[in-house]
């Protein structure tokens, strides 16, 4: 393990625990006055009605620091002050040099993590929303997957419902031809809009669409195959968006809302038997405890509309089941617009009162907030239209090539081309995961091009800059593994703390899906490399010993780079 605030931690702990009698949080954090403090002991001395300085002094007394730490003491109201020992970081980033993962450790109760996330609507257009989901989600499957857990990914596309009927007979009226076309092309928009249209207009063509719902909903083999002519094509044009994000979504991990329709009778029938069903005008819903409305009466999910229909709610009800059920999933993650928040709570608590959910499994919603254009309003093009998602990929790689071309151009045309697909689309993705998930966000594209502050482009350059000096001193990195590390310098401890919380970011930010910690380490990181580069020599350093630690230095903190960005879903070119 090579996690420095949990090992410092855990060592605390016990020395708390033996203070209070009972199992205490020793609270530690990075500190500007030490390297780390703890602040456990303000809340123990309360509890135990002792003053905390004498409290954190027996702590002090008690712990067992001497090989993790050079300095403690208590400090202002009851802090202890810790400040690592240079032997201690040393032999930490010398275990991260020689090890091919970071010395991260894998999770100790590696579990089976379904992540629903993306879910685009067939035939209409992927929004932003559906921009971050994918991107989020995309980066939390990296970090699981790292960690050693079993992910399972959901993408919960509409792929069914009553809309479907307009659209298939737009389709019929369109030719099948052209529907590939406008489909694939992602003029998604435009044709769910035309067939809004129609119907609306068309009355013609409003009774073909309801007897067409009809068929498709009574398994007639020619309404299906027109479906599945619709589905196909508009998950081919997920596919492309997913290849130019490089979210790792597989046609595989494609679950509609259609696979559940021969679940729904059996789940609404389950819930009947639990008593969990009850008709209310005309309709059979679900009531999940605590969940009430304005009126103060209690809110439902539709589990039957009146008409005999089924919907969102039932569907994601079925889905539940079966991913506990049958796929086994232990820990259940939805990312979605915070806009659906109650919808699945009250899926939540319905699955727990059927005992889906419960000491088997659990589920979580983690929802995240809207893109705003620089105007503070919801992102939209300047006609006030919705942006098409496709089109913001090209614009992000267009605008990196002039940055590019710029900074860069000692590269190839090729190398320039490769270099700008890494920073315009890890730009991108950078700007949405760096923001706290549930903020709204301000979309800019200055912001997030910039070579300086939180950025992708600040990281992928200190990433390019370091590759910059193993090509410069004709460094063999594999010699690196197992050079001795030995810090002398304060600048040198600053960065190998860094390297130190990488493992514990890692973790964290599965935990409790914030992507934004990952970023924020990321930065700090980078930021303490430069602090370092620019005080200490490394080609140039005074002796052999002091060079290839400094090497090594630089060695750990490029892979860290590289490996968090990875992480993040983004390229780390090694030229820029
Ligand atoms: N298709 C939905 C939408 O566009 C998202 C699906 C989220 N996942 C789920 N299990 N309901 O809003």
């Not at 605030?5 to 020793?26: C, I």
């Not at 954090?29 to 004498?54: I, N, V, W």
């Not at 073909?208 to 027109?226: N, W, Y």
């Amino acid at each position: 393990m090579t996690d420095l605030p949990q090992l410092l931690s855990e060592r605390l702990a016990r020395a708390f625990a033996d203070v209070a009698g009972e199992p205490a949080d020793p609270a530690v954090r990075r500190s500007d006055r030490a390297d780390y403090q703890a602040d456990g002991a303000l809340s123990l001395a309360k509890k135990l009605r002792r003053p905390p300085r004498e409290v954190a002094a027996e702590v002090l007394e008690r712990a067992d620091l001497d090989d993790l730490v050079a300095n403690a003491e208590v400090a202002g109201p009851g802090f202890l002050n810790l400040t690592l020992s240079d032997t201690a970081l040393s032999t930490l980033v010398g275990e991260m040099a020689a090890d091919e993962r970071l010395a991260v450790a894998q999770a100790s109760a590696p579990e089976r993590v379904l992540v629903d996330y993306s879910g685009p609507n067939v035939a209409k257009e992927m929004h932003v929303g559906h921009l971050r989901s994918s991107i989020i989600g995309d980066a939390l499957v990296r970090v699981l997957e790292h960690l050693g857990h079993d992910v399972v990914r959901q993408n919960h596309i509409g792929d069914w419902g009553t809309p479907f009927g307009m659209l298939i007979e737009h389709m019929i009226d369109l030719g099948a031809g052209e529907t590939a076309h406008e489909l694939s092309v992602g003029d998604l928009g435009a044709f769910y809009q035309d067939a809004r249209k129609a119907f609306d207009s068309d009355e013609g063509f409003a009774e073909r669409a309801r007897r067409r719902v009809v068929l498709l909903q009574s398994g007639d083999p020619e309404t299906l195959a027109l479906w599945r002519l619709l589905v196909d094509e508009s998950a081919r044009y997920f596919e492309t968006v997913y290849e130019r994000l490089g979210v790792r979504l597989r046609p595989e991990d494609l679950a509609g809302e259609s696979t559940y329709n021969d679940q729904l009778a059996p789940v609404i029938d389950e819930l009947v038997e639990l008593g969990l069903a009850t008709e209310s005008e005309g309709a059979l819903c679900a009531f999940p405890k605590g969940f009430t409305g304005r009126d103060g009466g209690p809110l439902p999910l539709i589990l039957r509309k009146s008409d005999g229909g089924f919907g969102y709610d039932t569907t994601d009800l079925a889905a539940l089941r079966y991913r506990v059920g049958d796929l086994k999933a232990r820990r259940l993650v939805y990312i979605t617009d915070l806009g659906q928040r109650l919808h699945f709570e009250m899926v939540f608590e319905v699955g727990r009162e059927a005992g889906w959910l419960g000491p088997r499994a659990h589920a979580e919603f983690q929802g995240f907030g809207v893109v705003l254009g620089t105007d503070r309003r919801r992102l939209r093009t300047r006609a006030g239209d919705s942006i098409k998602l496709i089109d913001l990929l090209d614009e992000a790689v267009r605008r990196a090539a002039l940055i590019v071309a710029e900074k860069a151009s000692h590269l190839s045309a090729e190398e320039q081309a490769d270099v700008a697909a890494a920073v315009g689309i890890g730009a991108l993705k950078y700007a949405d995961l760096s923001n706290d998930r549930i903020k709204d966000y301000v979309f800019d594209w200055d912001r997030m091009l910039s070579f300086d502050g939180n950025t992708a482009p600040y990281l992928q350059y200190a990433h390019a800059r370091i590759q910059s000096v193993f090509r410069r001193g004709a460094v063999d990195r594999a010699s690196l593994k197992g050079a001795a590390v030995r810090l002398t310098d304060p600048a040198e401890h600053a960065l190998a703390l860094r390297l130190g919380e990488f493992e514990g970011i890692l973790h964290k930010a599965a935990g409790v899906v914030e992507m934004h910690r990952i970023c924020g380490y990321l930065y700090d990181l980078a930021t303490a490399f430069t602090a370092f580069y620019e005080r200490c020599p490394v080609l140039r350093a005074d002796d052999d010993a002091t060079r290839s630690s400094r090497l090594a230095l630089c060695d750990v903190t490029a892979r860290v780079l590289a490996t968090g960005l990875s992480m993040l879903g983004i390229a780390a070119p090694t030229r820029m």
